[in-house]
């Protein structure tokens, strides 16, 4: 007799997800996975200014907002054949990779972490035999005796207060927690630390982008950023340099710290590496261009089938045909009217609750597709797509990633270990290092052409014409593709969003097992 | 180098420390200052006030906001001042589990994020349904269930329009309508630039002594962007940017003419700025877009048309920016072909020379 198991909500993600399973003599037989929030952007953007659009869809997500806000520019960009400046496009990568570098921490410390590490187990940990292993791996100054002492105490405290917080009621001293009481410690203190690393990644993402979660210094045409040392009110020198420091302190923890625990997790749960690789069909979208025109990706797109890297095929701008054409979200599944399969640009968002039918309805999530099947998107499907082009970066920085967990865990781990929960932690990891070169690079790619060049003009009017656009971006966690269509009147005549939010329309991967949790 | 050892491990908190915390907790959490009392009275008590944080219609920018937070930071907030029972994005327990803590607990400030989702009809109230179908009893449905009773204390301070602000209302006035951004059923969950503010919101409380319309705050609602912009001079003085990139952008001038609303938006973004790091919207060449003004995603759309009715003051400073903003509602005549001429006949005077 299989007993149904309802996980509603499932806790540290963004939106609300509800999720079912089926398990049968220990294992499951069925699964549902039910975004269970509508919001109904498509529907808002009817009617308006394709210009105010970005404004719109940064509010889709307040954790992956300038990946939303990048998509919508750049489609209306499409639609108009506008080329933007050269300046605005750095200015534009460094947005992008430098939210990257927030997002990947907190993905890792805030949100994951709990599933592998045992905040209570900490309470056992030897300080001193803490720091030894910390040094072992890293040499991070951080990793002390005193302050995993310190850590150590506020744990204690803590845990003697009967108030655990967003702690209380999981699975501490559960056998499934493999990591040793020094482990578990080190990981709390790192997960103390995270969050003021990831607050200075934020910190150097305002000043270029006036403020975020949600930023606002993009336009369509380009961005309203100035930089110009020679102008009190633009970003100047100091600016800029404030920024490169900033960035150099989280990278320096992203590489002695963050990419270290990621490898210590991976050997220490070398037996969960197989576990959760889902769907091994990936779809990458190119991205950070280095030329005005966005032909030029520094991260390569494509897709890969059957986790096969024979099967790669490059997808080199936003627009590219082998995308636009193939790419189709369901409703099958989803509280909307009808019954269909269509091509984003055709499709509609009429809302029609049925209630949770176990055969018919039961999500607010439409299921976009690739050729008709389900894909994998986000940090993995970069590295798997970077690698099976023999992108430099990514081959040399996932080669050596596996190096560092096969030497921590005394046996050969591959490149086929990232088909899985693990690997896409990984690769979210491996992607967070890439970023934080680009920052730096993107600093020597000014001081070769001049700085007061950066902007260009907006779209002056209402957008004039008919036309379609696509744009799809890959973000910290997903994907999202935006499509739309104006009207003579130069109104927005469809919009879709294909996008992982809850209530919005879509998760490339809609399989249960591709939702990036662990339970035991 | 960064702080390595963390001195907020080991805090040592007095009495009037430990009120200064109750208000940075109320504050980092967006409560109203009347909360302040509540908190302090749990906090008098060894335990640290519990916080139920509820998400609805939202986007977990609120959230986001919260982990920018630096004074307090989220380490000291959550672990020394307050004991955060409920927040989905943060908790490590799910499900049945993540809930059942958060059942028998005494009360607690509820700072949702968003409205609550259904549509005009009425057809689907999906969070509300989930609750309901699985736990029976709607008496018993979990942090939902405090909705519906007393612990209505809402966050104005955060949240500024379209979000909760507007379910909130709604909510105490039936009937007021579906006054919202969005002009069909769903409900767009907004984070105003309000919310944002999250860096100092100890400074901002404390001052908070009276309120405007909507219950807002007047240290954060109480003057116009306009007024405390470091652009107003140039709006003064006629100069203004006529398209992103052009060489008035470039110099920094007044930026209504592509869009700006600061003239009709009550914020403190210009003085209190973001992310510890002196930037606002402005600073970086854009508009104010309005976002803390009441259905601002329909009144303030087009972004990048400038506001009508804005009169331009024909030359020097004025003495009261309140008149600006009297004439937006279109009482006074419209002065815009006005400000025009004379924004282009400054620049035929002496603009060259400027540039």
Same mark, same amino acid.
Request: with cysteine; net charge positive; aromatic share 8%.
């Given at each position: 007799m299989a007993q149904r198991i309802t996980i509603d909500p499932v806790t540290r993600i963004e939106g609300h997800l509800r999720v079912d399973v089926e398990v049968d003599g220990g294992k499951v037989t069925k699964a549902w996975s039910s975004g269970q929030m509508y919001r109904g952007l498509e529907n808002i953007l009817k009617g308006r200014d394709p210009r105010d659009a970005w404004l719109f869809v940064q509010r889709i997500c307040g954790v992956c907002t300038t990946v939303h806000a990048l998509a919508s520019v750049r489609s209306v960009e499409n639609a108009l054949g506008l080329e933007i400046p050269y300046n605005a496009q750095l200015i534009r990568n460094l947005v992008q990779s430098i939210h990257c570098l927030h997002d990947h921490i907190v993905h890792f410390y805030a949100l994951s972490a709990l599933d592998w590490v045992d905040v209570v187990s900490a309470?056992? &940990?030897d300080p001193v035999k803490t720091a030894a292993l910390a040094d072992s791996l890293s040499d991070w100054p951080g990793n002390s005796p005193k302050r995993f002492a310190a850590v150590k105490a506020k744990v204690k405290a803590l845990v003697d207060s009967g108030q655990l917080g967003p702690f209380a009621n999981a699975y501490w001293g559960h056998a499934a927690m493999k990591l040793p009481p020094e482990a578990n410690l080190m990981a709390v203190s790192h997960y103390l630390e995270a969050l003021d690393y990831q607050r200075k990644a934020t910190m150097a993402l305002a000043i270029i982008g006036g403020k975020n979660p949600h930023i606002q210094n993009l336009t369509v045409g380009g961005v309203t950023t100035n930089i110009n040392p020679e102008n009190q009110t633009a970003v100047t020198m100091e600016r800029l340099y404030y920024i490169k420091q900033l960035v150099e302190e989280v990278s320096s923890f992203i590489k002695n710290v963050y990419m270290v625990d990621v490898v210590a997790v991976g050997a220490l749960y070398a +037996?969960?590496?197989?576990? +959760? &690789?889902?769907?091994?069909?990936y779809l990458a979208a190119p991205d950070m261009f280095l030329d005005a025109a966005g032909t030029k990706a520094d991260l390569p797109g494509g897709t890969v089938f059957g986790g096969d890297l024979k099967t790669i095929k490059p997808i080199n701008v936003h627009a590219d045909a082998y995308f636009k054409e193939n790419v189709q979200e369901s409703i099958a599944k989803a509280w909307y009217d009808g019954n269909w399969s269509k091509h984003p640009w055709e499709s509609t968002t009429d809302p029609k609750f049925t209630d949770f039918q176990d055969d018919g309805k039961y999500t607010w999530l439409k299921a976009p597709r690739f050729q008709g099947k389900p894909m994998q998107v986000g940090p993995l499907a970069q590295m798997v797509v970077g690698y099976a082009q023999g992108h430099e970066m990514t081959v040399k920085s996932v080669n050596g990633f596996l190096e560092k967990v096969s030497a921590v865990a005394g046996t050969t781990v591959g490149p086929e270990a990232l088909h899985g929960t693990i690997g896409r932690h990984a690769a979210r990891a491996v992607r967070a290092g890439m970023m934080a070169i680009s920052p730096s690079n993107i600093g020597a790619s000014w001081s070769r052409t001049s700085p007061k060049a950066t902007m260009r003009s907006s779209v002056p009017g209402p957008i004039p014409r008919a036309n379609s656009a696509v744009s799809v971006s890959t973000r910290p966690r997903a994907a999202c593709c935006r499509t739309g269509s104006s009207s003579k009147t130069g109104k927005s005549k469809i919009t879709n969003v294909l996008s992982p939010r809850p209530g919005t329309p879509g998760r490339v991967t809609t399989r249960t097992s591709s939702v990036p949790t662990r339970r035991h | 180098m960064a702080d390595t050892v963390n001195k907020a491990l080991e805090p040592q908190l007095d009495r009037r420390g430990f009120l200064k915390g109750c208000t940075m907790a109320a504050a980092a959490l967006g409560l109203s200052e009347a909360m302040i009392p509540k908190l302090v009275e749990a906090a008098a008590t060894a335990e640290r006030p519990r916080v139920i944080w509820l998400h609805f219609q939202e986007c977990t920018g609120c959230t986001e906001s919260l982990l920018r937070s630096? @004074?307090?930071d989220l380490a000291r907030l959550l672990l020394d001042i307050i004991s955060l029972d409920y927040h989905e994005t943060v908790m490590a327990a799910a499900g049945h589990q993540a809930e059942k803590p958060s059942r028998d607990r005494g009360e607690a400030p509820l700072p949702p994020c968003g409205r609550r989702c259904h549509s005009h009809q009425g057809e689907w109230h999906p969070l509300y349904d989930r609750r309901q179908d699985r736990h029976g009893d709607p008496q018993d449905r979990g942090p939902q269930s405090h909705r519906h @009773? $007393? @612990? $209505? @204390?809402?966050?104005h301070l955060r949240r500024g329009s379209g979000g909760s602000t507007e379910s909130d209302r709604r909510g105490r006035r039936p009937g007021s309508g579906q006054r919202q951004a969005d002009r069909q059923h769903p409900r767009l969950s907004t984070q105003p630039g309000i919310f944002p503010r999250h860096h100092s919101p100890l400074s901002d409380l404390q001052k908070a002594a009276g309120t405007r319309q909507l219950n807002r705050p007047l240290f954060a609602y109480g003057r116009r962007i306009h007024d405390h912009c470091e652009r107003r001079a140039h709006f003064d003085e006629g100069r203004f940017v006529e398209n992103f990139g052009d060489q008035y952008h470039k110099l920094g001038y007044c930026l209504y003419k592509v869009g700006c609303k600061g003239p009709e938006t009550f914020s403190n973004c210009p003085a209190v700025r973001f992310n510890d790091v002196d930037v606002w919207p402005v600073s970086v060449g854009h508009g104010c877009i309005g976002c803390t003004e009441p259905n601002f995603w329909d009144t303030m759309t087009p972004f990048y048309e400038r506001l009508p009715n804005v009169k331009i003051p024909a030359t020097g400073i004025i003495d009261s920016a309140d008149q600006i903003g009297k004439t937006v509602l279109g009482v006074t005549a419209a002065a815009v072909g006005i400000h025009a001429v004379v924004g282009i006949g400054k620049r035929l005077i002496k603009g060259k020379s400027e540039e």
């Open positions: 309470l056992s &940990a +037996g969960w590496i197989p576990y +959760g &690789a889902g769907v091994t069909n | 630096s @004074h307090p @009773h $007393r @612990h $209505r @204390h809402l966050c």
